[in-house]
């Protein structure tokens, strides 16, 4: 079951969080649990396996807003260095960083259920 003191254990930012969603628990962690609907990871992993860097530079920014505005900053953090090549286009090989971020996307489902 997700909790915040579970969220707090992955890393996540709960107070400030909690401060977005008006300190309403019950909000913030429904919130953090549509996690399981976000189709960003799977977006950015399709574009990167394509070399679609302008495709994966919008599926990377718009995941980088969920992850920012929820606080989750583990995730946070990978998906902000991405990004930030992406929008420079970097032609780089994308696959260690883009490993991370799917094992953050686990970590982030597991603690949803």
Do not use: W
């Amino acid at each position: 079951m997700l909790t915040i003191e579970a969220l707090r254990e992955y890393g996540a930012n709960v107070d400030e969080g909690l401060a977005r969603c008006f300190n309403n628990a019950d909000f913030y962690l429904k919130l953090v649990g549509m996690l399981g609907n976000e189709k960003g990871f799977d977006k950015l992993e399709e574009a990167l396996e394509k070399n679609d860097l302008d495709a994966a530079f919008e599926a990377a920014h718009a995941l980088k807003g969920v992850l920012g505005n929820l606080s989750l900053t583990p995730a946070y953090t990978q998906v902000s260095e991405i990004t930030e090549l992406l929008r420079s286009r970097t032609n780089m090989d994308y696959s260690e960083r883009l490993a991370g971020i799917m094992e953050q996307q686990k970590i982030l489902k597991e603690l949803l259920n």
